[in-house]
């Protein structure tokens, strides 16, 4: 019985020595610059106008850029400290804003002026091509640009035969 | 023909959208006289408004509220923060006054360490999601501070540090006596 219970003193001993190795070997190294970086390149400083937190020297993003280890660090992914940025200063940090209400404007606006762009200029050169070419000297209508080289040679050339 | 009418419909209407946009940008929602929409801060754990961790604006009428603005990276808040303590603690034991410090744009472990190296006592808590400063300030400049009144109209609003606990009641005495 003595024995059972000296087994089971130990065992238990064994187990608490081993749980505080255990713990530290769960946790996550220090994240480098470089793991930081590239989550906070995808945010932009909430305070500064359009700088990227990445590179934004103020004192204020470089807190945010340790909060960045702090959280990753303490495991977490980077679509939830982009969300917990998002909870806390608003969709403005993020670098593509979030594809509802409004924001789909940013979107569809820049395709669809460039496709009415497109359709304009198509319209634009069709009705120039439409056009009657007039030519200034002679008042002539109806003679294409290519066609008044051949017209001006021939009619100098029946001159010439008049002349002769 | 009728294609060409919706193509420049189109154009008029998103130059409209980017006109409205651009005059949302640069006016503020507020101005001094102006009824202020109800907004909710959540508190800091440590710095509640008796009791609670969060706080309506509505739910305040009656009393004078002083909307403070600050962050643990803004120097001069920092400056500024030993005067609005001042302040609190000098209209805190008449009730008739509530200040409520909004921390803009900040790491909550950095806006604790500052309240607590200042000594702040009163309700304190962030701004998530940047939703109370642009009701106040689109391109807001810290330190900034607006009073509202007991009706809910806002009366005053101090760009930058108040320098004195004079400075400050000024701004709020009137309110107090009916002026």
């Known amino acids: 019985m003595k024995n059972f219970a000296f087994l089971i003193f130990c065992l238990i001993f ?5 749980l505080p190795g255990s713990l530290v070997s769960a946790q996550q190294p220090t994240p480098s610059d470089d793991e930081v970086n590239a989550i906070a390149r995808q945010l932009f400083c ?23 280890r702090q959280m990753l660090a303490e495991g977490k992914t980077p679509k939830e400290i982009e969300q917990y940025f998002v909870d806390h200063y608003g969709a403005r940090v993020l670098s593509e804003p979030p594809q509802k209400g409004l924001n789909w404007l940013v979107y569809v606006v820049p395709p669809v002026a460039f496709l009415i762009g497109v359709f304009l200029l198509f319209q634009a050169f069709r009705a120039w091509k439409r056009l009657p070419a007039k030519s200034p000297a002679s008042g002539e209508a109806g003679l294409t ?20 | 023909m009728w294609a060409q009418i919706l193509v420049w419909i189109g154009l008029l209407a ?45 739910g305040l009428r009656g009393k004078v ?20 303590e001042a302040a609190w603690n000098y209209y805190q034991p008449k009730g008739q006054v509530v200040f409520l410090g909004v921390d803009y744009t900040d790491v909550d472990a950095k806006a604790l360490e500052f309240l607590s190296s200042y000594n702040i006592t009163y309700p304190n808590g962030p701004d998530l999601g940047t939703r109370i400063t642009p009701i106040f300030n689109r391109n807001i400049a810290m330190p900034e501070t607006y009073i509202v009144d007991q009706q809910g109209f806002l009366r005053s609003e101090q760009i930058g540090p108040f320098q004195s606990l004079a400075d400050v009641r000024s701004a709020i005495d009137p309110l107090l006596i009916g002026r």
Request: hydrophobic share 45%.
């Open chain 1, 14 to 18: 064994a187990a608490l020595s081993i």
């Open chain 1, 46 to 68: 909430p305070v500064c106008a359009n700088t990227p937190l990445d590179v934004c020297p103020t004192q204020a993003c470089h807190d945010w850029r340790e909060l960045i």
């Open chain 1, 145 to 164: 640009a290519s066609a008044r080289p051949d017209d001006y040679v021939s009619r100098l050339e029946e001159e010439l035969r008049k002349r002769e």
């Open chain 2, 14 to 58: 998103l130059l409209v959208l980017l006109g409205l946009g651009l005059f949302h940008a640069q006016h503020p929602i507020m101005s001094i006289g102006s009824k202020v929409p109800d907004f909710s801060l959540t508190l800091f754990d440590k710095y509640p408004y008796q009791g609670a961790n969060q706080v309506n604006l509505a």
């Open chain 2, 65 to 84: 509220v002083v909307v403070n603005f600050w962050a643990s990276w803004c120097v001069t808040c920092a400056d500024e923060s030993p005067v609005m």
